[in-house]
């Protein structure tokens, strides 16, 4: 498992290099609006083919990109029943501080445990490989964390 | 490109994807690995101008056919001679491979040797295609 994970990051990273070239694309439906076109969904000249990265049959991230979004959605290894709990309450107590997150989506897309939604205005303020930085970091790090939140749990029975 | 394909061609196009697998199967016996994967690659204009799921996954087929025969080791000489395009329509297949849980690791591999060849601009073009593996 851990010899994946390496390509799978990199696979990942290079592939969200491609997606996230966004520019900004007002509204073609409502004047003077500008909405996230993966979002809104409306025109299918806007949106690009999703493509899925799997790891394995649990492990999996889908980039949905757009002209002027992306939508990053990952689903997180869950073992069994305790990392299921533990990993819904953690992503659950991720996304209610969504905000604080700035790309983070208060929703997971359907089959995905956490989302995030990349709009040309992030990109505009901030650095593209740095925020490719942080979601690859992200998706380390929160196996790091339910592995060690398992463990307190487990040791916490005992 | 494929001017007024229609479903009725698609039985056509299947028999040429049974045609395609026989002979890449029997490359693939005789371990000419090259000489499959262009043959498995070759005139994708029809398959991508089909609407059908069943000819795109027999054709699908094919392709993860010789894939999965390639070793790790042996894919830098067979990627070595390959056309731009092809190396494209190869990325694509690596993305539709990709989307389901056999072979991540020989195909997240494969991602990264394509991706050496193709650069950012044939994940750009996989994303971008309408004409879909």
Known sequence: ?158 | AVVGYTMADDAAVLAEVEARKGSVTSMVTQKNFVGALTAALADPEKVLASKSANVKSANAAVVFQVIEAIEDKEIDGVLEGLDPLVMDLLMKYVYKGLGTPENANSLLKWHAKVLERCGPGGIVRSMTDRKTV
């Open chain 1, 1 to 158: 498992m851990a010899s994946t994970l390496k390509p799978y990051l990199t696979c990942v990273r290079t592939t969200l290099n491609a997606a996230l070239c966004l520019r900004n694309f007002p509204s073609q439906t409502v004047e003077r609006h500008n909405k996230p076109e993966v979002e809104v969904r409306g025109s299918k000249e806007l949106l690009l083919n999703p493509l899925t990265i799997c790891r394995t049959d649990k492990e999996k991230c889908l980039i949905e990109p757009s002209v002027n979004s992306v939508r990053i959605s990952i689903q997180i290894k869950q073992a069994d029943e305790l990392e299921e709990v533990l990993c819904h309450k953690f992503t659950r107590f991720l996304m209610q501080r969504a905000d604080q997150f700035i790309i983070m989506r208060r929703k997971a897309t359907k089959g995905y445990s956490i989302s995030f939604l990349v709009t040309h205005a992030h990109l505009e303020k901030m650095w593209k490989d740095k925020l490719i930085d942080f979601v690859i970091q992200f998706m380390e790090d929160i196996d790091k964390e339910i592995s060690a939140m398992k463990l307190a749990v487990n040791s916490r029975a005992r």
